[in-house]
Each structure stands twice: as C-alpha cells, then as structure tokens.
C-alpha cells in the first residue's frame, strides 16, 4: 500500500474511532442528565412535627436542597421564575441539609445565597436532614406544594432534567396549581407528580432517623 493511502487511511480509522468516543460520552452525559433522582414519599397533610410553619391563607411550597448540589442551580433558577409568576399568592421554603458534624455555615453557599434572594423565599438550614424526611424526600431540588388547608397537591422537581433551565411540567403545573383555583379544585384527593433531578441528599449510611 502506497505511504500516502496508509496515511489517509490511518487518519480516517482515529476519525472514526474519536467520534465513536464523542457520540458514547455524549450519550452517558444525556442519560445521566434525564436520570431521575429517588422517588419522594411525602406526607397527604402537612406534617404537624415540622419547624416549618404553614401559612393559614396560602399554598406553601417546600424545596429540600443540598448546599453543593450543582444541579439543584436550576431549580433554584426556576423557583425564582415559579414566586415571579405567582406574585405573593405562594410562601415558599428551601431548606438546606446540613449534617450534624459540619458548622452552620457550611450550609451557606452560593445557592444558599440565591435562594435567600428572592422574594417570598425564606431559607432554613435543615439540622440533619430531619425535615427532608418530614417532608419525605430523598433528592435535592425536590419540591412539595401544600394548598392553604394543608393537603399535598403537587411533588416533584420543577426542572426538566439535571442542571437544566427553562420550561418543564414540573414548574408549570405548580403555577398552573397556585394561580388557578379551579385546578386546585380539580386536583383535590389527587397529587400532581413529576421526577426529580437532583444529587442524593443522603446514603444509606448517613440517612437520619426523624424522632416521633
């Protein structure tokens, strides 16, 4: 074979073989961005062992987070579009886990710092995840709606997929749920649900245990 044709053909065979690289890579990146995280099982009523206090007149949404979740940005990022378009007729919660061994600050990071901006959000450190299993979640950017008389309406997350902005079910159906009381009413006895993407808040070795 002619050195130039051995060229060429060698070129073509690592061209291949770097897309073939490219198009695996790809696909992990995309099955792991549209891999929901651990189904939640919250309460049908809001938990009365709460910190959390319910407001009497307003639906309340509860975001349980992680503090170094990068994926839980974009749920952060859609929270603050869900208070926007509600415009004062939601309360809104992120609590932020943070494990008995670490300082209180160490719950204060930058998406502490996000949450804590907008308006209508109030941010709680969540001691030991006590309250993510109040609220029965297992995945950081899970979100549950309460409608003023305490019933669940709505769990899941309120991204489309990992790390990702812009519209979802999961946003709208929590808007279409505060904004609009004949939903509400046509949703009673059912829960709205949607995946959650998000990094584990716990394992199974560090899952607390909620006190009765």
Not at 41 to 70: Q, Y
Not at 97 to 103: A, H, I, Y
Not at 134 to 162: E, K, M, N, P, Q
Request: some cysteine; proline content about 6%.
């Amino acid at each position: 074979m002619p050195r130039k044709q051995g060229v060429g053909l060698s070129r073509l065979i690592l061209a291949s073989v770097w897309g073939l690289s490219v198009c695996a890579g790809m696909g992990i990146l995309v099955a792991y961005e549209t891999q929901p995280g651990e189904a939640a099982s919250p309460p049908e009523r809001w938990p009365e062992t709460s910190g959390i206090e319910k407001d009497a007149e307003r639906p309340d949404l509860v975001m349980l987070a992680h503090p170094r979740c990068p994926c839980t940005r974009a749920s952060i990022g859609e929270l603050a579009r869900i208070m926007a378009s509600c415009k004062g007729r939601l309360v809104a919660h992120v609590l932020f886990l943070k494990p008995g061994e670490f300082e209180k600050d160490w719950a204060h990071s930058d998406l502490w710092r996000s949450a804590a901006s907008i308006p209508g959000v109030t941010v709680v450190v969540d001691e030991n995840g006590m309250e993510a299993q109040r609220f029965g979640a297992t995945t950081s950017g899970h979100a549950v709606l309460y409608d003023s008389d305490g019933r669940l309406i709505f769990s899941g997350g309120i991204t489309g997929s990992r790390g990702h902005f812009g519209d979802n079910m999961g946003r709208s159906t929590v808007v279409s749920l505060v904004s609009n009381a004949e939903s509400r009413i046509s949703t009673e006895g059912r829960v709205a649900k949607c995946s959650s993407y998000g990094c584990p808040l716990f394992d199974d070795k560090t899952s607390p245990q909620v006190e009765e």
